[in-house]
């Protein structure tokens, strides 16, 4: 290429030496110059032109003519007249300068995004320090570290601002710049790599999160509940949350009942009973500026009524406590709700886009980490029992066909147990251990542990982990997330024919060893109040 270049610039400078000579000279009828036929008698016996002399002296007179005046209006320039040296992409004229608008230049390069380190822990304590680019996004920083430790990417790793000294942390939203957000956080705070399976679970199951009395709508909505989240995003319409919360007086230990309500503007409360009029309104945060956080243990620390504390946070504020203000809910799903109402009033259309579109930008070439979508609807019941597979419609006869399974489980179970060598490690040792192996299985963890992994996780349906039984040795229990409520299933052992088996249900349907139990589960509800969906998962880092 640069011969070609190189060649067309000598090309372009002969010619132009050339022009003083050949536009002065008449033409003959053949079109050639008189000046070049005497040229050429007199230069006999003379060496013979070279292929690019006569090349040249070929050239139409038009052109040389337009070489000359360009070439004329380039001499005050800096740089010289480059020709086009690839005139047949552009369909110019052999020897032609490209004709290039100043709009369709490129930009001049920018200088790329400067790299930082930010150290990120996980559940058990260890860490990690990432190199990313400062305009990397929280979304963009999960799926490096899901790359990295070899995870399940399915969209619900979030990264966990935490302020221990405060008793605060938040879930980052995705499109958040982390080093944004760093910049804002005390130095003994820090970056938490976590689930939440909840984080975009509004979108799926609005009326769940927005009850009938907490919603209030200041022009009239058509469709109810089922238009709640349009209005939500739509900036021309206008919901409200209201409703009774405690809130903590500046400057006190007092906490104080108030009616509150939520716009778009901020959050007010009422100085006068449940009066919204302008008059009886006073501004308690700003959304714009701030971000809403859980409150870890609220009633040791800040003396709040029960545990279900939020804190609206000025970016600003590091660590002054009078800047914070610090509120309860009544239960759980009051609280989310005024969470969740917080940030779609704050973010509006961003959250959406982020639930629909997730970000995968600054990251390696060669990321590829395995996907995984788990829905309800796509678990059907099946019945093999016949030359082809058929789905079973009927509810009552997939209960019955589960039934059979489980059953069936047994007996295969027995059978491999007979046939098989009595090693120190089977059967009954190695079904005793091997769900000691498994992400879902927590080990030797209390009740008040277990509630609060699932409240970090997500209080969604099916959200569930095993753990060991603090009353019963030889049993274990089961934590299950069912409407926002945690419920407790003991696992107890049983005996059948010197076997050993495992039965949440008295023995109604056994199984061998706990990874079949969650297996057979994640596919029937039987006595459980929904299937197993999703399982509490701790990484290290």
């Known amino acids: 290429m640069n011969n070609d270049i190189n060649s067309s610039v000598e090309s372009l400078n002969s010619a132009c030496n050339m022009q003083s000579d050949t536009d002065t000279a008449p033409l003959l009828e053949d079109g050639q110059h008189a000046s070049n036929q005497g040229a050429a008698s007199s230069s006999r016996g003379q060496p013979q032109a ?17 070489l000359q005046e360009e070439d004329q209006q380039l001499r005050t320039a800096s740089l010289p007249a480059i020709p086009n040296p690839f005139p047949e992409l552009t369909g110019a004229a052999p020897g032609s300068p490209p004709s290039v608008a100043p709009s369709s230049l490129p930009p001049p390069p920018s200088q790329p ?33 899901v790359y990295k430790s070899h995870c399940v990417d399915d969209n619900s790793w979030t990264l966990v601002e935490h302020h221990p000294q405060l008793g605060l942390e938040r879930c980052l939203e995705d499109h958040e710049i982390v080093v944004q957000v760093e910049s804002t956080m005390p130095s003994e705070s820090k970056f938490l790599f976590r689930k939440n399976y909840a984080k975009y679970e509004f979108f799926k199951n609005p009326v769940n999160f927005f009850p009938d009395q907490m919603v209030n709508w200041c022009q009239q909505a058509n469709g109810g509940q089922a238009q709640l989240l349009q209005n939500f995003l739509n900036t021309s319409s ?33 100085t006068k009973g449940t009066s919204k009029e302008p008059r009886h309104l006073q501004l308690l945060a700003d959304l714009e500026e701030s971000s809403i956080f859980y409150l870890i243990a609220g009633k040791k620390q800040y003396n709040a009524p029960n545990e279900h504390g939020m804190c609206i946070k000025p970016n600003k504020a590091k660590t002054e406590m009078k800047e914070l203000r610090l509120l309860c809910a009544e239960d759980e799903q009051i609280r989310t709700c005024w969470m969740t109402a917080f940030r779609l009033l704050k973010y509006g259309m961003l959250l959406y886009q982020n639930y629909r579109i997730p970000q995968r930008k600054g990251l390696p070439p060669p990321f590829n980490a395995p996907m995984r979508s788990v829905s309800e609807n796509s678990l059907v019941a099946m019945d093999f029992s016949g030359q082809i597979g058929r789905v079973i419609d009927n ?138 969906k999703h399982h509490c998962i701790r990484v290290a880092l």
Request: with cysteine.
């Open 50 to 66: 070279s292929p690019r002399q006569k090349m040249q002296r070929s050239q139409p007179v038009h052109i040389l003519r337009r």
């Open 113 to 145: 995004p400067a790299k930082h380190d930010v150290k990120v822990f996980s559940e058990d304590g260890t860490s990690k320090v990432v190199e990313i680019l400062t305009d990397m996004t929280a979304r963009d920083l999960c799926q490096l570290l």
């Open 238 to 270: 206008c919901p409200e949350i209201q409703g009774f919360l405690q809130v903590k007086e500046v400057g006190r230990k007092s906490w104080k009942k108030l009616y509150v309500c939520l716009r778009r503007s901020g959050l007010y409360y009422s």
């Open 395 to 532: 509810p009552a006869e997939a209960q019955s066909a589960a039934l059979e399974e489980g059953h069936a489980w047994r007996k295969r179970s027995t059978r491999m147990n007979i046939l098989s060598s009595q090693s120190p490690l089977h059967p009954s040792t190695l079904n005793a251990v091997i769900h000691r192996t498994q992400h879902w299985f927590h080990g030797r963890i209390s009740r008040e542990e277990s509630h609060r992994i699932i409240k970090q996780q997500g209080l969604v349906d099916g959200l569930f982990l095993l753990r060991d039984s603090q009353s019963n040795p030889k049993a274990f229990v089961l934590t299950l997330c069912h409407h926002q409520k945690i419920k407790n299933f003991q696992i107890l052992p049983c005996e059948d024919d010197g076997q050993t088996f495992f039965t949440l249900d008295d023995g109604n349907t056994k199984f061998s060893d706990l990874i079949q139990l969650v297996d057979f589960y994640q596919l029937n509800k039987g006595v459980l109040p929904c299937k197993l």
